[in-house]
């Protein structure tokens, strides 16, 4: 046993006298305490034998645990003294082990000089015994290549296979025991070569047959598949020997001169350039044979790719190996190669001036690809292919060029009027305008033709471009954060753009469409797409207008509650604040009719927001006052706001009182106040009347809110109140009160 008995010093013992002393005076200490606290009271006397044999049961339990604990830990210290011998005893047999071997193998090392010989002869023995056994087949040689073609001119290749393979073993021993030879000798080598130089010439007449089957891999799967099952299974066992030999090549540095083969790649290749074939050799007529030259090989496309799919499906899957993935790598060939034919095509920079796609060229192509992957081609229930990894067939159009750019986040382009725009007009315009150049070098007929398409090509245009923007704006609004720094300069430059747009077609119109131009409809046509890029132009706004609202929701939902009531929250000037700094940064980019357009909406989303918590207020946040004081507080605090607001919007929309086409209407709120602060209750039926002949759309219900809102009146005094004020005056939707309230009952 090891000794772990350790002497502790003077020092030691007693610093651990000390604390033991300390401790027990302390539970001492603590037991006082607690004795204390239990005979406080006198009556707690007669329990003291109870909390004697209280304490002493106590302290036997404790005593208890704490001898378990301590013989615990002695047992896992006896334990551990115990591990720690035996891997001494270990460690010790170990070293005298490797002591005794390595004396016994300085006795070894004079043996390798003395076995120099036997070594050789064992070597010299080993290469005798490999070469009888490959004799027969050194001899046969001759005999075998001629089976081998009498096999492959009866097509019988795996027997031809065989035999070559055979062959090629018995050249490659050779040569590899030529590599082996230090003093290597060019006439073995030629000798060598020349014997075997058959084995070059069955293997290409091999490969060629095999090619042949793989490259007639449709119709073998129809008519033989056990031809082209014979081919692959040829394929496999090349790219075994293959790997064989690439692995020999690292630890032996040898390799034969024809390996690797890769057949299999060059399988694969002949997939693909029948396929290719199959695709390019349906085209059966030309332009100048057939006017539906395209239709027709599109067509034949189509059935192509049904057939062709439908023996893949049943017939390759059993003839290829599985992991070949034949299914979806005839998928990944079709539809590449049918893209790049696609491509081809309609690349404008293979195809002369006088050859250009025609519009029910483009057509058809368009629609080939959009039907491409419907139950007439690809996606057919039967073939159960997985398009969901396939590109699209053709190429994105200008539009998703720009839409790219908006979610790259790119800058956009300031005039030089200092509003922001993108290249989306000028691009547009530009093609229309070289489109008509030309048609009108051809006659004024084809000039006719080309606007009409050019019309129904731009309304199409525009509803792409709606669809995108609408895309674009529900991104972002998803997450904020994601173009947050170009977002709003972006839709401040399409509304500029589509702006300017109608006034681009009248020019066009001006130009180019001179034939009948009086008559109505003709004229209206480009009216009607102006008219609803002017619409567009809104669309943007009202979004801006969206992500304006969406930072001051907060505080407008606040407005004419509680918590704005007194003036401590500032709602007011954060939203006046919110829309300044949207008015100093982006939208000084944006075009005045749309700027005037914006803050009038704005502003009647504001007023929508004051009225709801007035005519429509929830329990929850209803303001009831509680004497007149308070009514003319609110009222004034109203007023205040409203004139505020009022100079505010007028000093941003940038127009005079000329040319402002809308006024504000932020008045209202001061009227609705009058009717808070009137003192006489009489006197409020005929300020009532009054609020409700400017207002027709001031319905019984709003009136009751307001009046309630007073705290002075209750419910059947104020209906009595808004009779009295109501009588002989219909109620009717229409007026700025009527547009507000259809603000008002889509808030949340």
């Known amino acids: 046993?090891?000794?772990?008995?350790?002497?502790?010093?003077?020092?030691?013992?007693?610093?651990?006298?000390?604390?033991?002393?300390?401790?027990?005076?302390?539970?001492?200490?603590?037991?006082?305490?607690?004795?204390?606290?239990?005979?406080?009271?006198?009556?707690?006397?007669?329990?003291?034998?109870?909390?004697?044999?209280?304490?002493?049961?106590?302290?036997?339990?404790?005593?208890?645990?704490?001898?378990?604990?301590?013989?615990?830990?002695?047992?896992?210290?006896?334990?551990?003294?115990?591990?720690?011998?035996?891997?001494?005893?270990?460690?010790?047999?170990?070293?005298?082990?490797?002591?005794?071997?390595?004396?016994?193998?300085?006795?070894?090392?004079?043996?390798?000089?003395?076995?120099?010989?036997?070594?050789?002869?064992?070597?010299?023995?080993?290469?005798?015994?490999?070469?009888?056994?490959?004799?027969?087949?050194?001899?046969?040689?001759?005999?075998?290549?001629?089976?081998?073609?009498?096999?492959?001119?009866?097509?019988?290749?795996?027997?031809?296979?065989?035999?070559?393979?055979?062959?090629?073993?018995?050249?490659?021993?050779?040569?590899?025991?030529?590599?082996?030879?230090?003093?290597?000798?060019?006439?073995?080598?030629?000798?060598?070569?020349?014997?075997?130089?058959?084995?070059?010439?069955?293997?290409?007449?091999?490969?060629?047959?095999?090619?042949?089957?793989?490259?007639?891999?449709?119709?073998?799967?129809?008519?033989?598949?056990?031809?082209?099952?014979?081919?692959?299974?040829?394929?496999?066992?090349?790219?075994?020997?293959?790997?064989?030999?690439?692995?020999?090549?690292?630890?032996?540095?040898?390799?034969?001169?024809?390996?690797?083969?890769?057949?299999?790649?060059?399988?694969?290749?002949?997939?693909?350039?029948?396929?290719?074939?199959?695709?390019?050799?349906?085209?059966?007529?030309?332009?100048?044979?057939?006017?539906?030259?395209?239709?027709?090989?599109?067509?034949?496309?189509?059935?192509?790719?049904?057939?062709?799919?439908?023996?893949?499906?049943?017939?390759?899957?059993?003839?290829?190996?599985?992991?070949?993935?034949?299914?979806?790598?005839?998928?990944?060939?079709?539809?590449?190669?049918?893209?790049?034919?696609?491509?081809?095509?309609?690349?404008?920079?293979?195809?002369?001036?006088?050859?250009?796609?025609?519009?029910?060229?483009?057509?058809?192509?368009?629609?080939?690809?959009?039907?491409?992957?419907?139950?007439?081609?690809?996606?057919?229930?039967?073939?159960?292919?997985?398009?969901?990894?396939?590109?699209p067939l053709l190429e994105k159009d200008m539009l998703a060029t720009v839409t790219n750019d908006w979610y790259a986040c790119k800058e956009v382009e300031l005039t030089q009027e200092h509003y922001y725009s993108t290249t989306m007009p000028r691009m547009l315009i530009n093609m229309i305008i070289e489109t008509l150049d030309m048609a009108k070098n051809m006659s004024d007929d084809v000039v006719e033709q080309i606007l009409s398409i050019i019309i129904i090509k731009t309304q199409e245009f525009h509803e792409h471009y709606v669809r995108e923007l609408n895309d674009y704006s529900r991104k972002y609004f998803l997450d904020r954060s994601k173009f947050k720094e170009h977002f709003t300069k972006q839709m401040v430059a399409n509304a500029n753009n589509c702006e300017s747009l109608p006034l681009l077609m009248l020019l066009i119109r001006d130009k180019y469409d001179k034939i009948d131009i009086d008559q109505d409809f003709k004229t209206d046509r480009y009216k009607e797409i102006g008219k609803k890029f002017e619409h567009t132009a809104e669309v943007c706004c009202d979004i801006i207008l969206r992500e304006i609202e969406l930072d001051c929701t907060k505080y407008l939902k606040l407005l004419l509650t509680r918590e704005w009531f007194g003036g401590q929250n500032q709602f007011c000037g954060i939203l006046i604040e919110t829309t300044r700094d949207y008015w100093d940064t982006e939208l000084t980019g944006l075009k005045k009719p749309l700027l005037q357009y914006l803050f009038y909406t704005w502003h009647k989303h504001i007023l929508a927001y004051y009225l709801k918590n007035l005519l429509k207020p929830q329990s929850s946040q209803q303001i009831k006052f509680q004497n007149p004081q308070e009514r003319r507080a609110c009222a004034e605090q109203m007023k205040l706001e409203a004139q505020k607001l009022q100079r505010e919007f007028i000093q941003w929309d940038g127009s005079s009182e000329q040319d402002r086409k809308e006024e504000y209407h932020f008045n209202m709120l001061e009227h609705f106040a009058e009717i808070l602060q009137q003192t006489d209750l009489d006197s409020i039926v005929l300020d009532v009347a009054t609020l409700a002949k400017k207002y027709p759309s001031l319905n019984m219900e709003f009136v009751i809110n307001v009046l309630l809102m007073r705290g002075d009146l209750t419910k059947s005094e104020a209906k009595e109140k808004a009779d009295a004020a109501l009588a002989n005056m219909p109620r009717i939707n229409q007026g700025i009160l009527s547009e507000i309230l259809e603000i008002m009952d889509k808030l949340n």
């Open 1 to 391: 046993m090891i000794d772990l008995g350790v002497m502790s010093s003077p020092s030691t013992t007693s610093s651990e006298s000390h604390l033991l002393d300390d401790m027990r005076r302390e539970a001492e200490m603590n037991a006082l305490k607690i004795i204390q606290a239990k005979l406080e009271k006198p009556e707690n006397l007669e329990k003291l034998d109870q909390l004697k044999t209280a304490a002493a049961q106590r302290k036997r339990t404790l005593d208890e645990q704490l001898r378990t604990a301590v013989q615990s830990q002695l047992e896992s210290i006896k334990t551990g003294i115990e591990q720690l011998q035996i891997s001494l005893d270990n460690m010790k047999a170990v070293d005298r082990y490797m002591k005794d071997t390595d004396e016994k193998l300085q006795k070894v090392v004079p043996l390798q000089s003395k076995l120099e010989d036997l070594r050789a002869e064992a070597n010299t023995y080993r290469q005798l015994s490999l070469a009888r056994a490959n004799l027969d087949y050194i001899i046969n040689t001759p005999e075998n290549v001629r089976k081998a073609d009498e096999f492959m001119s009866s097509e019988k290749l795996l027997h031809a296979h065989n035999l070559i393979m055979d062959i090629e073993n018995s050249r490659n021993y050779l040569l590899f025991e030529l590599y082996k030879v230090q003093e290597k000798d060019n006439d073995d080598m030629q000798l060598l070569t020349s014997y075997f130089q058959d084995v070059d010439r069955l293997v290409s007449q091999l490969k060629s047959l095999i090619s042949l089957r793989i490259s007639r891999w449709y119709d073998c799967a129809i008519s033989c598949p056990e031809k082209l099952v014979t081919a692959l299974r040829i394929i496999e066992r090349e790219e075994q020997v293959d790997r064989f030999w690439i692995e020999k090549k690292e630890t032996t540095g040898f390799i034969p001169p024809d390996r690797p083969r890769q057949w299999k790649k060059n399988c694969f290749e002949l997939l693909r350039k029948s396929v290719k074939d199959r695709i390019e050799g349906n085209q059966l007529d030309t332009r100048e044979e057939h006017k539906y030259w395209l239709t027709r090989h599109l067509e034949m496309c189509r059935r192509i790719f049904l057939q062709d799919f439908q023996i893949i499906t049943k017939s390759c899957t059993r003839c290829f190996p599985k992991h070949y993935d034949i299914v979806n790598r005839f998928l990944d060939y079709y539809h590449t190669l049918l893209k790049e034919h696609l491509t081809e095509i309609c690349d404008p920079k293979r195809r002369t001036e006088n050859d250009t796609l025609t519009i029910p060229e483009v057509y058809t192509i368009v629609t080939f690809a959009r039907e491409y992957k419907g139950i007439e081609c690809l996606g057919n229930p039967d073939l159960k292919l997985d398009l969901s990894q396939l590109s």
